[in-house]
């Protein structure tokens, strides 16, 4: 008798078809990565830049920025189960770094940034923005500043086993301390205004389109960079025991592993991708103020995954540029209702599509292959949405 061939278990993937037949291994693996970056590629430098005019190609840039803050928390929360409601605070850290040294580049040597002389408060530098001025450290400090934070946080949080809506509360609360100190200290960061009419960038006029564009081009590779490093951390023996301690933290530390450790090495790298994103933002837009870095913009953040599905590579891209599009599209046409119809947006990608955008192409897969696939989407929306709905809940 004949062994049975072995069939695919995953969900994202066509039920019945065996693992070694030629269709499942005809476009899959690095062939099938490779072409989808491609297709990334493609679609960034050439398609985009072809169709939008230089002020929608601003706002992508913005989106993109935002998509960068979503695939660390798609490590963190889609893969660890740390819902993260503080990012903020380290896409602020970033931002912060970089704005602070284009400010004194723009003011010159030995002069005062423009803000620190309209308040008039200061008659030389701080010393702790000193540093800044120098941009082999404060490139680096829009990446390692955040990351420190967050091992300094996670160190003490998951030490002590502080999980779930807990530490969602707590990452939330460390957001609105972040805005409460960036506007009581006004002379030294702009107060609530923030830091502002940014002009430069290392030598190149931001207000020159051509600029611009350079600046979008440095974005998007960014972001492609990252996916890139996602997809590697995901499929590591780092990324299967992230989802371990995510599904079983007792099991794993009862198999001797340490899951402070692990949810720690995540909770920082998703730390590094929103410092890297809030650095690259404040060229994009030209300005960093707490209003984009307090509780609204991180909860924003992670609506942004769920639209787009938190457990997949692509997804919080998806739906964090889908959620920002839908923001600018909306409040154009209805200014004074766009928000209600964006949590309408958010509740049905929730109670009808619980693997967010990203499920859409595995579900049309399986319902085209097999006449049990309303059956499989039936079983999806009880599995994964009561643990989205949960911890969003909660937050």
Known sequence: MSAAPLVRTDPAGVAGTPSGGRRGR??????????????????????????LSDFRLSLLAKYLCVAMVAVGIGIAWGR????????????????????????????????????????????????????????????????????????????LVFRRRVRGAYFAILSQALAAAMVILLVGQQGTTGGTNGLTDIQGFFGYDLDDPV??????????????????????????????????????????RFLGYDPAGVKLVGYVIAA????????????????????????????????????????TLLGPVLGA??????????????????????????????AFLPGGLASLWALARKRRSDPAGARWWRR?????????????SAA
Do not use: C
Request: proline letters at 6%; aromatic letters at 10%.
């Open 26 to 51: 005809r476009f899959d693996g690095p062939a099938r990565t490779a072409a989808g970056f491609a297709l990334g590629a493609a679609l960034l430098f050439a398609v985009a830049p072809l169709t």
């Open 80 to 155: 660890g189960g740390m819902l993260t409601l503080g990012q903020g605070v380290f896409f602020g850290l970033g931002g912060y770094a970089m704005a602070m040294h284009l400010k004194l580049a723009d003011a010159g040597p030995g002069e005062l940034p423009d803000f620190m002389q309209l308040y008039g408060q200061l008659d030389e530098l701080p010393l702790w923005w000193r540093p800044f001025a120098s941009p082999w450290i404060a490139l680096p400090a829009t990446v390692l500043l955040p990351m420190a934070v967050a091992f300094g946080l996670g160190s």
């Open 211 to 252: 600029n611009q564009r350079m600046v979008y081009f440095i974005i998007a590779a960014s972001l492609l960079a990252l996916l890139a490093l996602a997809r590697q951390l995901i499929r590591s023996r780092y990324g299967e025991l992230l989802v371990a301690v995510r599904d079983g933290e007792e099991r794993v």
């Open 272 to 311: 590094g991708m929103a410092g890297l994103a809030g650095a690259l933002f404040v060229p994009a837009v030209g300005i960093i103020s707490p209003a984009l870095i307090g509780i609204v913009p991180s909860i924003e953040f992670v609506i942004g995954v769920a639209v787009g599905g938190r457990a």
């Open 321 to 350: 540029v889908a959620v920002a599009w839908a923001r600018t599209a909306l409040s154009e046409r209805f200014p004074g209702t766009w928000t209600y119809l964006q949590g309408l947006l958010f509740v049905l990608v929730v």
């Open 380 to 392: 999806t929306r009880t599995a994964e949405p009561a643990e989205t709905r949960t911890e969003v």
